[in-house]
């Protein structure tokens, strides 16, 4: 059974739960996401660190010993250079930055994105969620995905020299 918090469960293959990411779930955490680019950047295990350094909301979905998913998310304020976790610090006074959220190939689709978003609604009540989805190369189910979720873009930018081009979205209370 997958947990959803404040909200009816969905049927998995294993019992899942959320809970804080820890240091030991860094291996798992960065198999996911090497996995999921270009959907998410590109990570290693000092990047990690630092990232996890700065998200006041670092979440991981286990089943068992396995790490299904897992969502890094930060407050305002933090020294991250990102250029889309800058747009948002300039033009939002109070919000909460996904900075990325992955699920392992073998467990999407199974409510597991949901799940980690609907526990960091809870977390962060009242308050406006940013994020930022690929346009180029296009991440058409993630955009899907957010937009169902309440998202709305407020505009895009380019990153990378040019090499992508994200759609900045808000959720707003």
């Not at 068992?64 to 990102?82: C, H, K, V």
């Not at 940013?130 to 995905?145: H, I, K, T, Y």
Request: contains cysteine.
């Amino acid at each position: 059974m997958l947990w959803f918090p404040g909200s009816q469960a969905k049927e998995c293959a294993v019992e899942s739960i959320i809970r804080d990411m820890t240091q030991k779930d860094l291996s798992g955490v960065l198999t996911i996401n090497q996995a999921a680019r270009p959907a998410v950047g590109s990570l290693d295990v000092d990047g990690l660190s630092s990232l996890l350094g700065w998200c006041a909301h670092a979440r991981v979905i286990v089943g068992g010993e396995q790490i299904l998913g897992y969502l890094l998310a930060m407050e305002p304020g933090q020294p991250y250079a990102s250029v889309n976790y800058r747009y948002f610090e300039s033009s939002l006074t109070d919000h909460v930055y996904v900075d990325r959220i992955a699920v392992g190939d073998a467990h999407r689709n199974q409510g597991i994105g949901l799940a980690l978003y609907q526990d960091l609604f809870q977390r962060v009540p009242g308050r406006p969620v940013s994020c930022e989805v690929n346009v180029v190369p296009m991440n058409a189910g993630s955009l899907r995905f957010h937009h169902r979720l309440g998202f709305e873009s407020v505009g895009e930018q380019e990153t990378e020299s040019g090499k992508k081009r994200v759609c900045l979205l808000v959720r707003r209370p």
